[in-house]
């Protein structure tokens, strides 16, 4: 019987979040930027740890280049987060950008959109529905 909460996952999530403070204090370099950690998957033998991060980045040039610089100065993160952490092996960093905050937030505005577009149209076709609405609601108050 598998635990619940395995050793694996605990890691991960200390992992997640001293990554995220060393990205967002100790790391100068204007490449990578405003970088988010999103989670981590770390490898049963704890030898490698696959970061995945989100960037508020439109232009997928522009991301691939934060990722290459995540990428590069990957011993060194993992360096500075080892020493924050007591484990005997410290896993090697990949770092993977994770689209599915920025895709949710673009879907979010289109669903948005439509709503919009839609009340618009029914406005646009039945004009005197919301003023019909409001003389009866007229009536009501003269009552």
Known sequence: MAKEFSRTRRIAQQLQQELAMVLQRDMKDPRIGFVTVNDV??????????VFVTFFEEDIELVQQKVDALSAAAP??????AGRMKLRVMPELRFVYDSSLV???RMSNLVTQVINKDKAKQQQFDPQASDSNES????????
């Open 103 to 105: 895709e949710g937030m």
């Open 76 to 81: 060194y993160i993992r360096t500075l987060v």
């Open 41 to 50: 998957d770390v490898s049963r033998d704890l030898s490698y740890a696959k």
């Open 136 to 143: 009866v609601d007229g009536d009501k108050e003269q009552d």
